[in-house]
């Protein structure tokens, strides 16, 4: 049976930590190791570590480093046949791994794996569910429309142009699951298989600024690459584009720019009704837009 390195990123992680190693350490599969990349973290993160065994292999970046460029220092050392990703605060499944390499030993054509998610708050308590949308193979169409890929519920085979783009500050993972996506088979599990926390003060709320800047980036370079998409994917591709201006408004929102996050949005307010609805509330008193906002990432 194959092995898997399971990639966990760390800066002063210490609060959800544990949590979050005992959920691998609780697997039904066992042929794993944790590669475990601390970013120069000031809290007991490394003293936390030191209660499990040398399942988990320790490393430390000489300073602190963007995302992207941490989780490539730490695909250095991932040398098993399958690479799995746990940021620090959330959890697994029990029976994850187990149900991911089956299936990825039991079907060559595919190159990466995900499932669905339930939905915590900081105090574990369950917010939602995810289960998605697209159909196993050509899931391309599906993350066009409304992305659905769950860092923390990938698994994909270990290849040597497994790489995240380091010029991205929020969005590498997105960046890496789109190229794969557009080449390459991937296989949709219908439950959720891992329990993602969102948190107020998460790397994502932070970066609201580069949100839409870095999606942009990742769709014009894949449209650049592969121009057929744009042919192919006609509705996705206005889709797609419908959430970078999205999330642009977003920002501009949050800047208090209600008149340029209206005009953002009124050129893709006839895509679809969500997004109709999405202009004229643009309109309204700002709680309004806030209260529909609240807790999203």
């Known amino acids: ?6 990639l966990m990123n760390a800066y002063n992680a210490e609060k959800y930590l544990e949590e979050a190693i005992d959920s691998v350490y609780a697997q039904t599969f066992k042929d794993w190791e944790i590669i475990f990349v601390d970013n120069c973290s000031t809290d007991n993160t490394k003293k936390l570590l030191n209660n499990y065994d040398n399942k988990i292999k320790y490393y430390k970046t000489d300073r602190n480093v963007p995302l992207g460029s941490a989780r490539n220092f730490g695909l250095q050392h991932c040398k098993s046949e399958y690479i799995a990703f746990l940021d620090t605060d959330d959890i697994w499944l029990e029976d994850k791994l187990e149900k991911q390499t089956q299936i990825m030993e039991e079907n060559n054509n595919y190159q990466l ?10 105090a574990s308590k369950i917010i939602g569910t995810m289960i998605p949308k ?6 391309l169409s599906q993350q066009f429309k409304r992305y659905e890929i769950n860092m923390q519920s990938v698994l994909l085979r270990n290849r040597d142009d497994v790489k995240f783009n380091e010029k991205l500050r929020h969005s ?7 190229e794969i996506a557009s080449v390459s088979n991937v296989y949709v599990i219908k439950e959720p298989i891992v329990k993602y926390r969102k948190l107020k003060d998460s790397l994502t709320s932070k970066n609201i600024d580069v949100w839409w800047l870095e999606m942009k980036y990742t769709l014009d370079r894949l449209f650049d690459k592969y121009p057929e998409l744009k042919d192919r994917y006609p509705n996705g591709y206005k889709m797609a584009y419908a959430k970078v201006s999205y999330n642009k408004a977003r920002y501009l929102i949050s800047l208090k720019h209600r008149k340029e996050a209206s005009k953002e949005l009124s ?3 006839f895509v679809n009704i969500e997004y109709f609805i999405l202009f004229l509330i643009s309109f309204f008193p700002l709680r309004v837009w806030n209260t529909i906002h609240k807790g999203l990432k």
């Open 134 to 139: 697209a159909k196993s193979g050509n899931v």
């Open 172 to 178: 590498p993972d997105f960046d890496l699951f789109m």
């Open 1 to 6: 049976m194959a092995k898997v390195s399971i």
């Open 113 to 122: 794996c995900y499932g669905g998610v339930i939905y915590i708050n900081e």
């Open 267 to 269: 050129s893709f307010k």
